[in-house]
């Protein structure tokens, strides 16, 4: 279905359209990026829309007063992690919360919406951006598109609204974007092979190890081993194709998305690895959590804390 009719359906339109006009094409993207989402659940469709609607009138009081809006900086920076909150550990505490009192409670078992920690953790770092008086006004339309633009929606990579409107609002020349769609569709193809041929069949060999155990098996040593490995391999290619994707799926529209995984197995250390796995998540952790807390600047206890926060809050 995304391969023979939305892609096809989507790109073409999105084409045809943008050479009649440029804001039509942004709203096209918009429809088909929620469509896309839609297509999972419904039902969480008023959660993206809602969260673009709702950021976007805060980011633009923001932009409007820079310097006079603390509070409602903060605030709508907490209401995206209360959201974010909420879907992520509602059902772990409901589940530590019996296993504490040996009850069981009658409550709806959340289902995590799909993407929900990247376009959650995108439009916090436009909030902080629009206090920090770096954001032009944003339309809505422009915000919606930054937002929702599916090939980055579910997976990432985390995206910087500096980095993506500029390419929207300048789309490439006729022959560079066909270029484009050649590359970006051969790159998309290296991907779909990593995740069906690699990271999916090594994911056959863990899991059915990891349920062997799970079930009161022992597995040999060797098998252990196949297990263990065979489950590196299936996260590495998994992202790694995820990653493949995205960017290829970002350039047969005509916009060229950062670079988000750098073969982080050939990493020479920790701190290497880190810059190589994820890495606009790195940068958003980076920019937005561990520079504004002091980073290393503060002393070496206070370097360790910020740290330590860095990464708890990222997990």
Known sequence: EFLFIFLPVALLGAFAIRRLDLRASFGWLVACSLFYYAYWAPQYVVLIVGSIVVNYLISVRLAARPGEAKRLGRAGIALNL????????????????????????????????????????????????????????????????????????????????????????????RLKFRRGVVIGASLFSIGLFKKIWIADWMALNASSLFTFADQGGTPTSFDAWVGALSYTLQIYFDFSAYSDMAIGLGLMFGIRLPLNFNSPYQSISIIDFWRRWHMTLSRFLRDYLYIPLGGNRRGRLRRYVNLFATMLLGG
């Open 82 to 173: 209360a959201v974010l909150g909420y879907f992520k550990y509602f059902n772990f505490f409901v589940d530590n919360l019996s296993w504490l009192t040996g009850e069981q409670y009658d409550v709806i078992r959340v289902v995590l919406p799909i993407g929900v920690s990247f376009f959650t953790f995108q439009q916090i770092a436009l909030l902080v951006d629009s206090h920090r008086g770096l954001v032009k006004r944003l339309t809505w339309l422009d915000h919606a598109l930054f937002v929702s633009f599916f090939p980055q929606l579910v997976a990432g990579p985390i995206v910087h609204h500096s980095e993506m409107m500029g390419q929207f609002h300048t789309p490439p020349p």
